[in-house]
């Protein structure tokens, strides 16, 4: 079974309205956890860093402001995408390690934002 | 700064046959480590096969292995006796000391039957 969980898998919103996606670490805890967004045939670029009990880390050229992040426990981060623009619309994608794991890392499913 | 290059946006290769999919990368760190991730269209990364800077025996993981050159900075995915469900996108990707995965462009692999 999955070991990250993220959720929604899929959603579609409206222009302007704001979308959340979890990311969830379900048989280990996870000081940091990490936001990728895909566009269609292109590659995972790394949004942000989540850290749980502080301020997400975010990437060069990543508005913060609009692609809110919040680690409020050691097993959840959560995405959300604020007033939400068609451009917005991608394949959003966490992942996850569990403490002294060396380089196992977990993906979860990934979520399909549609914003219309 | 680190970097990864995939040179072939897609391949095709013929059912049964192996096939090598390229993946170069760039770093100043003496440790580091890379990720070979297949996704199908259903978007999941699925973990292929991973190899250590200080790795000395290149990694094996079934019909998958990855052909480290460390002096050429070059990590490429051979994959054996190819399947149809083989067909998928393929990304070679570098960890970095703070943990962050850096993925090359991808290479979207074609098994014809």
């Known amino acids: 079974g999955a070991v990250v969980s993220q959720h929604p898998s899929w959603v579609i919103c409206k222009s302007g309205t704001s979308v959340k996606i979890e990311c969830r670490s379900l048989?280990?805890?996870?000081?940091?956890m990490f936001w990728y967004r895909q566009f269609p045939k292109q590659s995972l670029m790394l949004m942000a860093t989540?850290?749980?009990?502080?301020?997400?880390?975010?990437e060069q050229g990543v508005e913060k402001d609009k692609f809110l992040i919040n680690h409020a426990s050691l097993t959840l981060s959560t995405l959300t995408v604020t007033s939400a623009h068609p451009e917005d619309s991608s394949f959003y994608i966490c992942s996850a390690s569990p403490r002294l794991s060396g380089n196992t890392i977990y993906f979860g499913e990934g979520s399909w934002l549609t914003v219309v | 700064a680190q970097k990864i290059t995939q040179t072939q946006p897609g391949m095709f290769v013929q059912e049964k046959e192996a096939v090598t999919l390229d993946c170069t990368y760039d770093t100043s760190d003496p440790s580091y480590g890379l990720f070979w991730y297949k996704q199908p269209s259903s978007g999941e990364m699925i973990f292929l096969i991973y190899?250590?800077?200080?790795?000395?025996q290149n990694a094996t993981e079934g019909r998958y292995s990855l052909n480290f050159q460390k002096a050429r900075k070059s990590a490429n995915l051979v994959i054996s006796a190819s399947q149809l469900g083989d067909s998928a996108m393929y990304f070679c990707a570098m960890i970095n000391q703070g943990g962050k995965l850096i993925f090359g462009q991808g290479t979207e692999l074609s098994v014809k039957p």
């Open positions: 989540s850290n749980e009990g502080s301020k997400a880390t975010y």
């Open positions: 048989d280990f805890q996870a000081t940091t």
């Open positions: 190899q250590g800077s200080y790795d000395q």
